[in-house]
Nanobody
Framework: QVQVVESGGGLVQAGGSLRLSCAASGRTFSRYVMGWFRQAPGKEREFVAGISWTGGSTDHADFAKGRFTISRDNAKNTVYLQMNSLEPEDTAVYYC??????????????WGQGTQVTVSS
């Protein structure tokens, strides 16, 4: 089992950048696929990006491609989401998640509490 805690959210102007971090507990972090999701008010939670155990494979949602980048540092038990060129439509609670299966999309098993990202126009 793994526990994850997000940080790095905040208020930023349109066009700005933020880097979210997700710290995971446990000594087996490198065995988990990690992902970022988001949920805007009144909308369903959606996949943002996922990264494989070693970081060698990543997958980004269409809206994230070219603007967001997921990465991980297994030595630090941490996964990151670098977000550039932010738009007001990116305003949401961002969640970090983990799972033991290989698929980068689909169901995840362990979730953090989320961190709020607000982009002002």
């Amino acid at each position: 089992q793994v526990q994850v805690v997000e940080s790095g959210g905040g208020l930023v102007q349109a066009g700005g950048s933020l880097r979210l971090s997700c710290a995971a507990s446990g000594r087996t972090f490198s065995r988990y696929v990690m992902g970022w999701f988001r949920q805007a008010p009144g909308k369903e939670r959606e996949f943002v990006a996922g990264i494989s155990w070693t970081g060698g494979s990543t997958d980004h949602a269409d809206f994230a491609k070219g603007r967001f980048t997921i990465s991980r540092d297994n030595a630090k038990n941490t996964v990151y989401l670098q977000m550039n060129s932010l738009e007001p439509e990116d305003t949401a609670v961002y969640y970090c998640a983990a799972k033991g299966k290989a698929a980068l999309r689909g169901e995840y098993d362990y979730w953090g509490q989320g961190t709020q990202v607000t982009v002002s126009s």
